[in-house]
């Protein structure tokens, strides 16, 4: 069964400063992988997606992201965090095939600290 | 123009009561989803239908019922409400391209 294992439950970091949120997955083939934003009261907003082709992929609000096959992982960066970054990010995988379910990370809450 | 939409935003509710949450999406999406986020901010797929045909069915009890009449829509209705139940569901579409687009939510309080 497919799953997604985001270690960092909350991080920290200053306006201004990099950012990086881990994901690691699991799946038996290669997945379409997503990172999804959540500011509070809101729904989720996708920040970008991997499907195949150039393992670095850039989204929304200046984020990007890296496949990395033999580390199962799609890790999240930002070169400069802005105060309004400050959310909860998801990682999620899901699998090809219509009956596939778009399986969910536990989340990282970020703060950004003036 | 939204593209995902769910009404209402807020239900608070009594215990033992019977509500229903509508989705509507104007994507032209084939599949649509409910998902339930708990209070740890957990998200869990409930349903997925396609086509108004229901292909992921989770195990979710079945005081739930989900009800597609067309492509566009995708509502709930929960029979019975417990205080377990309090959360915020989420309705969602996707196309062929399988990336999911989400609306704002609900947010269920059973008292």
């Known amino acids: 069964a497919q799953s997604v294992t985001q270690p960092d439950i909350h991080i920290t970091v200053s306006e201004g400063a990099s950012l990086e949120l881990r994901c690691n997955y699991s799946y038996g083939a290669t997945p379409y992988l997503f990172w999804y934003v959540q500011s509070p009261g809101q729904g989720l907003q996708l920040l970008l997606k991997y499907f195949s082709g150039d393992t670095l992929v850039q989204g929304i609000k200046g984020f990007e992201a890296e496949f990395k096959r033999s580390q199962s992982s799609f890790n999240l960066r930002k070169p400069s965090v802005h105060w309004s970054d400050a959310a909860e990010y998801f990682c999620a995988v899901v699998g090809t095939g219509t009956a596939s379910k778009l399986t969910f990370g536990t989340g990282t809450r970020l703060q950004v600290t003036l | 123009d939204t593209a995902v939409s769910q009404t209402p935003k807020y239900l608070v509710t009594q215990m033992g009561n019977d509500k229903s949450i509508k989705c509507e999406q104007n994507?032209?999406?084939?599949?649509m989803y409910w998902y339930k986020q708990d209070s740890k901010k957990f998200l869990k797929i409930m349903f997925s239908?396609?086509?108004?045909?229901?292909?992921i069915n989770e195990t979710v009890p079945n005081r739930f019922s989900p009800k597609s009449p067309d492509k566009a829509h995708l509502n709930l209705h929960i029979n019975s409400l417990e205080l377990g139940d309090s959360a915020v569901y989420f309705c969602?579409?996707?196309?062929?391209?399988?990336?999911?687009?989400f609306g704002p939510g609900t947010r269920l309080l059973v008292l």
């Open positions: 994507l032209g999406h084939d599949t």
């Open positions: 239908y396609n086509n108004k045909e229901l292909i």
């Open positions: 969602a579409s996707s196309h062929v391209d399988r990336v999911s687009y």
